[in-house]
């Protein structure tokens, strides 16, 4: 499939083909190829690393993917369809132990992903009654959030503190480092 797209929406569509221009040059990328098999690479050698270094969460079985599972993961990744269709794809394959987990339970036979679980999880949303009449845009929901006892060590507030300082230290410090300035 090769497209041509003008947003970076595309980096997220691991099948796609896109283009871009450069100083009048066309700048093919292939996600998959240049993009999304790095990563899964990159990601399983960095878990590898991380079990070696911490063995109380258990010990890696083997230091490389299995082609079999290299396979597998490729042709989830060159589905096509929504974002809906291909991440239930994956927790199908999970869901039935696709890639041959020695340690898979009910936990993964079950897994689920609900988009606000860790946000749940860190904090409270009360729905505010009583405000369209004060406002224009009566048709918007608006709540006021809470914090849980658990907010400061929450899944959701430890990622957005992760997320934050990646930014910083992208702009700031990698960015310029490679004589980029943004921002």
């Not at 609900?114 to 999880?121: E, G, S």
Request: hydrophobic letters at 40%; aromatic letters at 14%; glycine letters at 4%.
């Amino acid at each position: 499939m090769d497209i041509k797209f003008s947003n970076k929406k595309t980096l997220d569509i691991p099948f796609a083909v896109w283009s871009y221009l450069r100083e009048n040059q066309e700048i093919k990328v292939n996600n998959l190829q240049d993009r999304f098999i790095p990563a899964v690479m990159n990601i399983f050698n960095y878990l590898v690393d991380y079990l070696e270094a911490n063995n109380q969460y258990g010990r890696p079985i083997t230091s490389k993917l299995s082609e079999g599972n290299m396979e597998k993961i490729i042709k989830l990744l060159k589905l096509t369809g929504s974002y809906q269709q291909r991440h239930q794809n994956w927790l199908e394959m999970i869901q039935n132990n696709g890639f041959g987990f020695l340690d898979f339970d009910d936990v993964d036979k079950n897994l689920d992903y609900a988009k606000r679980t860790w946000f749940n999880q860190a904090a409270l949303a009360v729905k505010v009654e009583g405000i369209k009449e004060r406002i224009e845009y009566a048709s918007y929901n608006y709540h006021k959030f809470e914090r849980k006892n658990i907010f400061n060590k929450a899944d959701w507030t430890l990622f957005m503190r992760a997320a934050a300082i990646h930014k910083y230290k992208l702009l700031h410090e990698i960015l310029p480092a490679c004589g980029l300035y943004i921002g």
